[in-house]
């Protein structure tokens, strides 16, 4: 099994500084992230309002980090494209919201980056298992998508176990990420149920050191 993967979210670090605040996950070594994941957030697909492809372009120049895009917006179809083609490493959009999302894995595939696909608490996984075989990463939603510092959802462990299944027997081929609620309490029942990428807001950038917090993190999900 590869080592896990943990993505600190930048939506509980400080807007004011985003550049400083992802270079505190940067540092070669245990402390590094290995993606940073950005929150997009429309005020229309989520009640909440963050930042779009003109700040993730600054990012993308300011880091190495690969840049992990979270698209929580209406009309995935239109906009994921301008994230892939800026150089965004993968671009998440929700299968609620996309209208071709067949299509729009191509369309990202195309532009260079990883194609992502991101699934509510409450959608089920089922009706979207050929659609999936188009992506490369899965992203479980374990809080309603919105804010940071919400409680994990840990029924949605079983939309991660059956993603995990296909992808051990060769269905599917997936990166299986889990999003909200995800810190020190509740990384090890996630990462037995077979995710490979463990996105972190609060528990990294509310925590006193977020590079310590990440290497804590990732030795937990390896246990
Ligand atoms: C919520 C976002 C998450 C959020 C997670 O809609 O998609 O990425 O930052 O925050 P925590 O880890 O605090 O639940
Ligand atoms: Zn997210």
């Known amino acids: ?54 700040v993730v ?54 532009a260079g980056a990883k194609a992502g696909l991101s699934v509510k608490p409450g959608t089920p996984l089922e009706p979207h298992l050929e659609t999936l075989k188009h992506y490369d990463t899965l992203l479980v939603m374990s809080v309603e998508p919105g804010f940071g510092g919400q409680s994990f959802i840990a029924d949605v462990l079983e939309k991660v176990r059956t993603a995990r299944r296909l992808a051990d027997t060769g269905h599917l081929k997936l990166i299986v990420e889990i999003d909200g609620g995800i810190n020190s309490d509740t990384i090890e029942q996630a990462a037995e149920a077979g995710v490979d990428c463990f996105v972190a807001g609060s528990a990294v950038y509310g925590a006193e050191d977020p590079g310590r917090a990440v290497a804590a993190l990732r030795e937990q999900a390896a246990r």
């Open 1 to 54: 099994v590869a080592s896990p993967l943990i993505a600190p979210s930048i939506l509980s670090a400080d807007f004011a500084k985003l550049g400083e605040e992802i270079a505190a996950v940067a540092h070669p070594g245990p402390t590094r992230a290995d993606w940073v994941h950005v929150d997009v957030m429309d005020a229309h697909f989520v009640p909440n309002l963050t930042l779009g492809l003109p």
């Open 57 to 110: 372009q600054s990012l993308l120049k300011s880091t190495d980090v690969p840049i992990d895009c979270h698209l929580m917006i209406d009309d995935p179809d239109r906009w994921a494209i301008g994230y892939a083609e800026a150089g965004a490493y993968n671009v998440t959009v929700h299968v609620e919201a996309a209208a071709d999302p067949v299509m729009l894995a191509k369309n990202l595939r195309a």
